[in-house]
């Protein structure tokens, strides 16, 4: 009986590495939110702590401080899902039926549930997606006949149960896909009420993966102005940077990524090969080797430098914060104004003169490619009558190795910049656009 059964899965397996490239809308996790530019800001700055904490989680997938959700259905009939997109994750879950709220954290829409779809088909643990699943525990939970089991490990809990075959609905497109069916979870108290998770990571298993062409983009649309609008990402096919019309707005600039540690979770980090920063036109006296990765234990890398679509600020290693910060101040000469949030940003001017005063970023690396950040990138309004620079000090955010000497790119600074993963080519590309017309 177990033979038939995975040579369905197998094929529908196929049929989703062969599919076409998708669009799906993204919407930022404080959208529908009613809350100051204040609240916003603190927000933010909390997932922001709890994302690089999560970097020690002892299974290469994380919960925690993500940004976006999208949204789709999975199933004949279709069943409405939401869940959060993540670049450091590798797979793609949802908690189901019968996930009460004794094992399972709180979501916004009905679980989903596998005996009301017609196009659902268990994988049995045996076979080779099952194999593909080790990274988060794919084993045999009983006899070598039974369902594949899955357990992840997350920074703030677990979540448990077996991995399924499943028609999602991506808008107009429907693609098949191996996926986790969660009926156990200590999470608590959930996320924003997603009720799962789309993995976009190096795995087997990323939804990224499973559809082929090894590449996705995304482009992230201001979100103090219109914060409302959704966001477009792109993946397999459809991933590229030729959308033309009025959407463009700078040259692309591509850079090489660094070789990740094989060591979880570290292997599944996208690392870049920054070198330095200019402020204006004053190039940072920052030492060559603040942004070089190194083992500092077996199993366990410090330092290097990270893009995290889920992490909300950037986060400098010190030494390179201190650099930035003292060169900002002395630009801005006397328009610094006191903080009103100190115990998260330091630097602040009047909103008014954000545009006007405060000096762009550029972000340099090996090779000669060169990311531009317009201040809007990298100051956030705080208040009505305050803005401030939301680069952080990673030393200061989390205090404990190895992310405090880790340089983390957040989503914020990435606003209306189309960013292009191509995994098969081995390297990531940015453009300036207005991502609202994308």
Sequence with gaps: MTRPVFLVVLSLWTLATCAGGLRLELRHVDAKANITMAERIRRAGERTHRRVASVLAVAPVYWGGTEY??????????????????????????????????????????????????????????????????????????????ACAIRARYDVGDVGGFLGVEEFTFGSEKVTVAFGLITTSDIDPGFNGASGLVGLGRGALSLVSQLGGGKFSYCFTPYFKGHLNTSPLFV???????????????????????????????????????????????????PSTAFDMRQVAPGMWAGGAIIDSGSPFTLLVDVAYEALKQEVARQLHGSLVPSPAPELVELCVASGDVGRLVP???????GGGDLAVQAENYWAPVDQETACMVVLSAARVNLTMPMNETTVIGNYMQQNVHVLYDLGNGHISFQPADCNSI
Aim: a neutral charge.
């Design 236 to 286: 397999g096919s459809s991933a590229n940077m030729s959308g033309g019309g009025n959407n463009t707005r700078g040259v692309i600039t591509t850079v090489p990524f660094v070789a990740s540690p094989k060591d979880e979770p570290f292997n599944i980090l996208y690392y870049l090969p920054l070198v330095g920063m200019t402020v204006g036109e004053a190039r940072l006296a920052i």
């Design 360 to 366: 762009p970023l550029v972000l340099h690396f090996s």
């Design 69 to 146: 959700v999208a949204e789709y259905s999975i199933g004949d009939p279709p069943q409405p899902t939401e869940a959060v997109v993540d670049t450091r994750s590798d797979l793609v879950w949802t908690q189901c039926t019968p996930c009460n709220s004794s094992y399972c954290f709180p979501q916004k829409l009905p679980q989903y549930n596998l005996s009301r779809s017609r196009t659902a088909h268990p994988v049995p643990c045996n076979g080779t997606l099952c194999a593909a699943a080790h990274e988060v525990g794919g084993r045999c939970s009983g006899d070598k006949k039974g």
